[in-house]
């Protein structure tokens, strides 16, 4: 008969169960014990307090052999219900329901308050029903897992702790399975990655195989992995992945079932690392180029006198390869002799000083040789010092340089001691605290005191009171760094007298270095050549007196001559009563005096000291306007061509005197031409920079330049430079006064400007002026047309005329008085100061600059102008006062009008001036 099946789910009844028992008793003894060797745990617990009827050996060992039988489960096994296990048996008998429990921990505790046993179990608690179908016990069936359990606990710790450490590490690691062609891996596919896997590479590619992510990764890895698959041999190396730009350190090897092919991979970025590697190989490959380039021994030496560092300079020096010296010890090197000699400076180095010295060293075939050494110490990062580098130089060569450099200063030193002896010029050196260091023996000869006397006083003692001034500035020049050259003053010779010297200075390292020379003859001989020039110049102006005394008396004889001849004749007729050719004499005697006016300015015009009106002038209108007279007046056999520049600039100058000059260049032209030709006048605006003006004699800047230019004969260099003198004409006797072009060059040079002829015989002439640039617009006032429209003076309008000469004041007043106004004389600028001081009216001062008084004529009005500061001035002259003027610039509300004048201009001029309020 078989045994009933405990485990079914099918409820017993109480009857059945205690016949099922007593006739499992009644069976033979093997079966009983059996029972009680079973190796699961089995207990039976009756009623609802659960109290102990059966348990079996398994049982007793599970609850650490305690006396049970008889017992509730409460009262048995505390610690079981202190963990809620009678909860659960409750809970059973009350439902009916069967409670199946899988690894519950169950803290085994016999005694209370002794030890603890942790067991895990594996249980059923299967309700009993009786007859009635009420349940009526438990039975309770299982196994002690312990063991199995707290293994797999630490299991799932161990995976936990490697999940953990697996997803957390830095390390990139994966898991590969390699595809193979026969022997040769094509594939490969990423079974598994930690996170770093993807940091590291950039990819997340778990699942994947390579040829889809990274078609052009090299073959190293497909070989290296494959052979690792294969073999089973691990790998470590570190290569460059192109496909991800990143250099890895891997560790592979194979993994699980050799048929699967895997591999674990291990592997780092180094990516940072490598790249500083190669730099720092690059730059050790560069460092070794450079130094092995040198002709100089470089090495490094350790804090232990062993060679870390060596060039191939070595090879040389020491004919052992610059490989062999690396590693090698000071001492061993150099031999006990060399090494003893260099050991001092060695432990300076290593205690942190730079150290430089010099060593014979021989070469090997006995040649001699100077090193130059030095230990530069090197530092950590902590600041000490982990040895030094070597640098030798072979200065043999230079140390013979010197050698030769310190005899050829020697023998020159000598020379230079010999002529600061013998030199007769002055040589010193002197202080910036004006003393003297030394001087050479010829001071004492030139001055007549000892070195040690001028060393012990200021050089200022010695140099004269007139000079001190200017030395100073020369001393303040030195003080600047300037260079003074050929700067002179007088020193007082030991008698009391002074010598003139003539100093040559430079400053350098805070002394100043002097080469004088005694210039005291060459003084004296300027002087008396500067006395003998002189007097060569009064006996040319005297000749130059002479010939313009000459032409005068010729010239103004002939005037003279018209006027008084005109005059006497008109007296003549008039006293006949023969009025009909009165016209004609005052006609001759007017344009005689008019030839004399115009000769007067060409004197003045050649001294440069006529008296000018200039005004903003537009020179192309004057050439037009003057065309028709130079054509009348070079006649027809002549081509005339005026070519005016668009856009000429302005400029200040005056324009009758320009006309003036134009019609004498003109004349010129047309007597060198006698067969005919053709005159060109140009104007243009001109640049003359640095260059051009030291050419020209003339400031640089913008200039306006009015060329005529000629076809006729030319002139020789000897004539052009003879043709600005006064007199000087090629023409016959009688046909030419030589001022011509002195006029012009003296209104070009006291317009501001220049005149220059450019002529080569044969070929014509052309001279041009050059006149400053105005800036500002041209007037284009014609005065010409209002000289018949002077009208009459306002009611009251005053003019206070000052002259010396009653003939002119005469000739003004009745101008003055036909025009209306009231006039007031005064014979000198004395008594026209007065009127001028009083409360008397006066609308304009017309006065004559060189005046009698003690004051000429713009002095007078200037102090006019402190009480009356809107007066107006016109000046008329007929002297040479044109600096007295103020060089032809005059002051608002003044003009100037040349001696002689026709009246109609003298009556225009005050009109205006009157009209023109300032």
Known sequence: M??????????????????????????????????????????????????????????????????????????????AAAQGYVDLLDAVFRSGQAHRATGARFD?????????????????????????????????????????????????????????????????????????????????????????????????????????????????????????ALTGEPAHFEHYAGVFGRWFDVRALRTGDPATHRVAIFFSDITERRTIEMRAEAGERELRLITDALPVLISFIGADHVYRFANKAYDEWFLVPAAEIVGRDVRELLGAENYAARRPYMDRALAGEAVTFELDWPRRDGEPRVGEIQYLPRRTSNGTVDGFHVFVHDVTARKQTEADLAAQVAARTAERDQVWQASSDLLCVASFEGYFVSLNPAWPRTLGWTEDEMRARPFLDFVHPDDIAATLSAAGGLARGEAQLTFENRYRHKDGNHVWLSWNAVPRDGLIYASVRDVSVAKRQAEVLAETEEALRQSQKMEAVGQLTGGLAHDFNNLLAGISGSLEL???????????????????????????????????????????????????????????????????????????????????????QLENALLNLCINARDAMPDGGRITIETANKWIDEAGARQHDMPPG????????????????????????????????????????????????????????YSEVGEGTTVCLYLPRHYGEADETDVARRLAEVGHAGRGETVLVVDDEPSVRMLVTEVLEDLGYTAIEAADSVSGLKVLQSNVRIDLLVT??????????????????????DLKVLFITGYAENAVLGN??????????????VLETLATRIKDLIAVSL
């Open 108 to 228: 085994v505790q016999a005694v209370p308050g002794g030890p603890v046993n942790e067991r895990y179990l594996d249980f059923v608690y299967q309700p009993i029903t009786d007859a009635h179908g009420s349940v009526s016990g438990i039975f309770v069936e299982g196994h002690d897992v312990t063991e199995r359990t707290l293994g797999e606990i630490a299991l799932r710790e161990n995976e936990a702790r490697y999940r953990t450490l697996f997803e957390s590490i830095e390390v990139g690691f994966c898991i590969i399975e390699m595809r193979f062609d026969g022997e040769r891996a094509v594939d490969y596919r990423i079974v598994e990655a930690n996170p770093a896997f993807v940091r590291q590479t950039g990819a997340d590619v778990a699942g994947r195989w390579v040829s889809e992510f990274a078609p052009d990764l090299e073959r190293h890895w497909f070989d290296t992995y494959g052979r690792v």
């Open 702 to 757: 913008q200039y306006l330049s009015l060329c005529v230019t000629d076809t006729g004969i030319g002139m020789s260099a000897d004539l052009m430079t003879k043709a600005f003198e006064p007199f000087f004409t090629t023409k016959p006797l009688g046909e030419g006064t030589g001022l011509g072009l002195s006029m012009v060059y003296g209104f070009a040079r006291q317009s501001g400007g220049q005149v220059r002829i």
């Open 888 to 901: 032809g610039y005059l002051r608002p509300g003044m003009q100037v009008l040349t001696k002689p004048f």
């Open 2 to 79: 078989q045994a009933a099946d405990l485990s079914d789910p099918s409820i017993l009844t109480r009857e059945q169960l205690e016949a099922e028992v007593r006739r499992l008793r009644a069976q033979s003894a093997p079966l009983a014990q059996m029972f009680e060797q079973a190796p699961s745990f089995i207990a039976l617990l009756t009623g609802p307090e659960h109290r102990f009827a059966l348990t079996n050996a398994a049982y007793q060992r599970a609850i650490d052999h305690r006396d049970v039988a008889g017992s509730t489960v409460a009262e048995a096994l505390p610690d």
């Open 848 to 869: 004559d600059v060189g005046l009698p008084g003690g004051m000429n004529g713009r002095q007078m009005a200037d102090a006019a102008r402190e009480r009356r500061p």
């Open 570 to 656: 008109m007296h003549n007729r008039m006293s006949q009563g023969r009025m009909g050719d009165l016209d004609r004499y005052m006609t001759v005697a007017q344009g005689a005096a008019k030839r004399a006016a115009a000769l007067t300015h060409r004197l003045l015009a050649f001294s440069r000291r006529q008296t000018l009106d200039p005004k903003p002038t537009n020179v192309n209108r004057l050439v037009t306007d003057m065309e028709d007279l130079i054509r009348r007046t070079v006649g027809p056999a002549i081509h005339l061509e005026v070519v005016g520049l668009s856009g000429i600039w302005p400029a200040l100058i005056d324009p009758g």
